[in-house]
C-alpha cells in the first residue's frame, strides 16, 4: 500500500499533483485543513508499505517518522517548514530546504527537472512566495495575464485549505487534488474544469470583500492585529486575509485572529514582507505555535491570554524595526 500524505493548501495539492502527473500509482489520500499537520497520526503501515510525505513540518512529525520506519515502511519526504534533527535510515529519504524563497513544490519541481514547472509557479503563489513564483515563470516566457491567473488560482486553492474543520472549506483538499489532477497543466485545469475554479473565485471574492470591512482590533508602527468573527468564512479567509495585509503594508507584521472550536484563537501571523523574519520562532513561544520564518500561526490561544500576544507580539517586531 502507499500513502500519499500531503497538506490540503496550494503547496501540499501542488506538489502531489506533480509527483502523481510523473507517476501515477495508487494511493491512499491523507490529507485535512491546512493547519491539520500531525498527518502521519492518521496512518498505520505494514512492513513494505510506503508514504510520500508533502509539506509538514518534519520536526512535528519526527516521532511519528521514527515509528513508521521502525514499522518496516519506507519514506520519502519533502518540505520547507521546521525540520528539527533528520535521523538517517536506509529508508527514509529526504528533500527538506527550509530557506525563505522555497516552497515543497518548487522542490518538486526541481526533483522532477522541471516537468510541470506551471504547479510550482501557482503553489509558490499560494504560500505567498510571489517572487519565487515569478522567478520561476520568467524562464516559461508566460505573459502576464496568464501569469495573473496562476497567482489567482494559487491564492485561491491555499484560501480553500484554511477553516478549523473540513466541513468549512468548499472543497475537500483530497477531492481538490482529484479534480485538479487530471490536467497537466493549471490552464487545462481552469478550462475543463471552470466550475470548480468558478466556485473557488466566487468564495474567496465573496469572503474578501467581508473580511475588508473589519477595523483592527491594535495596531502600531511595528505590528497590526485583526480579529475576525465566528463564522465559516472568517475560519476560511483567516489565512489569506493576512497574506493580503501583509502585501499592503510590506513594513508591519498582522496577526489575524479567528475563533477556535476550544474557546480559543486561532492565530495566523506573518512577518513584514520588507523583513521575513520571526513569525516561527514568535509563534513557538506559544504552546501551540509554529510554522515558517515569513509565516506562522498558533492553534489555540486562550482568550485570556489576548492582551499579553498583542503586547508580546508589539514588542517583539518592534524590536526587529529597531
Ligand atoms: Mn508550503
Given amino acids: 500500500m502507499h500513502y500519499d500524505v500531503f497538506n490540503g493548501d496550494a503547496d501540499g495539492i501542488c506538489a502531489l499533483i506533480q509527483l502523481r502527473l510523473d507517476q501515477p500509482i495508487e494511493s491512499t489520500l491523507i490529507t485535512g ?22 509539506d509538514i513540518s518534519f520536526e512535528k512529525n519526527s ?45 518538486i519541481n526541481n526533483h522532477l527537472n522541471g516537468k510541470f514547472p506551471l504547479w510550482a509557479v501557482t503553489a509558490a503563489y499560494g504560500d505567498n512566495l510571489n517572487q519565487s513564483a515569478e522567478n520561476l515563470a520568467s524562464a516559461l ?14 491564492i485561491y486553492i491555499n484560501y480553500n ?32 474544469n471552470y466550475a470548480v475554479f468558478e466556485k473557488l473565485e466566487n468564495g474567496y471574492k465573496e469572503d474578501m470583500t467581508n473580511a475588508g470591512n473589519i477595523k483592527p482590533e491594535y495596531e502600531s508602527n511595528a505590528v497590526a492585529v485583526f480579529i475576525l468573527s465566528d463564522l465559516a468564512w472568517a475560519r476560511r479567509v483567516s489565512g489569506v486575509f493576512g497574506n493580503h ?19 480559543g484563537f486561532l492565530v495566523s501571523v506573518r512577518a513584514p514582507l520588507s523583513n521575513m523574519v520571526g513569525a516561527d520562532d514568535f509563534c513557538s513561544g506559544f504552546a501551540t505555535g509554529g510554522g515558517r520564518k515569513s509565516a506562522a500561526g ?19 517586531y518592534s524590536a526587529k524595526m529597531a
Fill in 33 to 54: 485543513i491546512k493547519r491539520d499537520i500531525q498527518l502521519l497520526d492518521k496512518v498505520s503501515v505494514n512492513p513494505g508499505d510506503s508514504l510520500t510525505v508533502l
Fill in 63 to 107: 516521532h511519528r517518522v521514527t515509528e513508521l520506519l521502525s514499522s518496516g515502511a519506507s519514506i520519502f519526504y519533502a518540505d520547507h517548514h521546521q525540520s528539527g534533527d533528520i535521523p538517517t535510515h536506509p529508508n527514509l529519504k529526504t528533500l527538506i530546504d527550509t530557506d525563505n524563497a522555497i516552497c515543497t513544490s518548487l522542490l
Fill in 141 to 154: 516566457s508566460i505573459d502576464s495575464p496568464k501569469l495573473e491567473t496562476l497567482k489567482n488560482l494559487g
Fill in 161 to 192: 485549505g484554511y477553516g478549523s474543520s473540513v466541513s468549512d472549506l468548499h472543497f475537500a483538499p483530497d477531492v481538490l487534488y482529484q479534480e485538479m489532477v487530471r490536467y497537466a497543466s493549471p490552464f487545462d485545469f481552469i478550462s475543463g
Fill in 245 to 263: 495585509l501583509a502585501n499592503l503594508n510590506p513594513g508591519k507584521a498582522h496577526a489575524v485572529l479567528s475563533y477556535n472550536k476550544d474557546g
Fill in 298 to 316: 498558533i492553534n489555540h490561544l486562550p482568550k485570556d491570554q489576548l492582551s499579553v500576544f498583542i503586547d508580546r507580539f508589539d514588542t517583539f
